[in-house]
Nanobody
Framework: QVQLVESGGGLVQAGGSLRLSCSAS??????SGWYRQAPGKQRELVAS?????STSYAASVKGRFTISRDRNTVDLQMNSLKPEDTAVYYC??????????WGQGTQVTVSS
């Protein structure tokens, strides 16, 4: 059974940092990524990392966020946070079968 457990969300002031962590069990991860969904907006890709370690970022977070992976844990280091980064953040992992699995989401709130 595949399980994804996210942690690390919370409330932070603008300019602060948070680190999100996604721990996966029951799966061999191929690619993975972090998404976010703000109220009234569509879910968007924030950052992704391939099985070979190649990363990509949304333009809005490039230079501030860093995605990393260690075995079955995928982290998102978020620095210089802005109020517009406020959203529910979701981890997504893709197994070697090509099937996607989503975490439960963790709230990130950045106050101005």
């Amino acid at each position: 059974q595949v399980q994804l457990v996210e942690s690390g969300g919370g409330l932070v002031q603008a300019g602060g940092s948070l680190r999100l962590s996604c721990s996966a069990s029951g799966i061999s991860i191929n690619n993975s990524g972090w998404y976010r969904q703000a109220p009234g907006k569509q879910r968007e890709l924030v950052a992704s990392i391939t099985t070979w370690g190649s990363t990509s970022y949304a333009a809005s977070v490039k230079g501030r966020f860093t995605i990393s992976r260690d075995r079955n844990t995928v982290d998102l280091q978020m620095n210089s946070l802005k109020p517009e980064d406020t959203a529910v953040y979701y981890c997504k992992v893709t197994g070697r079968t090509g099937y996607d699995y989503w975490g439960q989401g963790t709230q990130v709130t950045v106050s101005s």
